[in-house]
């Protein structure tokens, strides 16, 4: 059975959500997974010092539209003020729920203190919650990693960490900073963290099926599952049918998304990313990897739309 689960006031009505991605989760494909079940979505990470200084690039990443809501922003740095600050930007912007990543493992947000480092500083981590909380009233959530190291892992006292410093919820990637993506994901880390605090609890780490979302949803005790790369040219692990085993139908997919990336998007200013997402719709499939070179080979948007009317349901 599907259950419900609640961020403060705000309720969350299906427990398969879409995670943050650096460089795909934008405003088309956030409003397409939403469309085929997920029950919430996060932006990419929005930099706070971007929001302060209003950066022009920054605010255009935080573009939201009602039909895509109830919608997570997230947010990453490691001054605790400036975070306070970007949280009270956020606060007047059409969104549901701020997200603090303190689990991002890429090096030049590491080397800067934010992301998975701060797993290392707890008091460090504590003022940023603090801050963010004390400057908005919305439900406010924390990313995490399960640790620094398999010899670290302190995700369970982390989020009594967060919980005691006023977070309403945690997402919890079962690697650690060291694994980065690759490696087994550990949900015996997780479950103990859903055991250890009274909040929320969203747990994260290769789900690439509907069926597994509900299958690890069950085996955490976990509140939600977060997906990722798996959502990748695969809008339907939110959806019970699951994912085609058509062209046609998994063209319609690609469609649907390029029809959004047209309402929202410059699409030729940003071709080489709409080609990222589209290729990936064909992976795995009798006939798929014809079609990816096709569009590979496309020099303009118009070009990729014509590869998705050539095919008929």
């Not at 929001?51 to 939201?64: D, H, P, S, W």
């Not at 620094?148 to 410093?165: C, G, I, K, Q, Y």
């Amino acid at each position: 059975m599907i259950h419900t689960f609640q961020l403060k006031s705000l309720q969350i009505h299906k427990p398969l959500i879409l995670a943050p991605l650096a460089g795909y989760t934008d405003l088309p494909f956030r409003l397409l997974c939403r469309q085929y079940g997920a029950g919430l979505c996060y932006t990419e990470m929005i930099s706070c010092h971007g929001l302060v200084y209003n950066k022009k690039k920054t605010l255009q990443m935080t573009r939201t539209v009602s039909e895509e809501r109830p919608v997570s922003l997230q947010l990453f740095g490691a001054d605790p003020v400036l975070m306070g600050e970007a949280a009270g930007i956020v606060s007047d912007m059409n969104v549901d729920i701020i997200d603090i990543n303190m689990g991002c493992p890429v090096k030049k947000v590491v080397k800067k203190g934010a992301g998975a480092a701060l797993m290392k500083n707890l008091d460090l981590a504590a003022a940023i919650i603090r801050q963010v909380c004390s400057k908005t009233s919305l439900p406010v959530t924390v990313k995490i990693r399960t640790g620094w190291s398999h010899d670290t892992l302190v995700a369970p006292e982390f989020a009594r960490m967060a919980e005691d410093n006023g977070a309403s919820g945690i997402a919890v990637h079962g690697r650690t900073w060291t694994q980065g993506f690759g490696g087994e994901v550990d949900w015996q880390t997780i479950s103990r963290v859903k055991k250890s605090v009274s909040i929320p609890v969203i747990g994260n780490g290769d789900i690439s099926t509907y069926q597994d979302g509900l299958t690890f949803l069950q085996i955490s005790g976990c509140d939600g599952v977060m997906i990722g790369r798996g959502a990748l040219g695969n809008p339907w692990v939110f959806s019970e049918d699951g994912t085609p085993t058509t062209l046609a139908k998994r063209m319609k997919g690609l469609a649907d998304h390029l029809c959004l990336i047209q309402k929202y998007s410059r699409p030729d200013k940003i071709l080489a990313k709409i080609k990222n997402h589209a290729g990936r719709y064909f992976k795995g499939i009798a006939g798929g990897s014809a079609i990816r070179r096709k569009i590979y080979d496309v020099s303009c948007f118009e070009e990729l739309l014509e590869i998705s009317r050539s095919f008929s349901m």
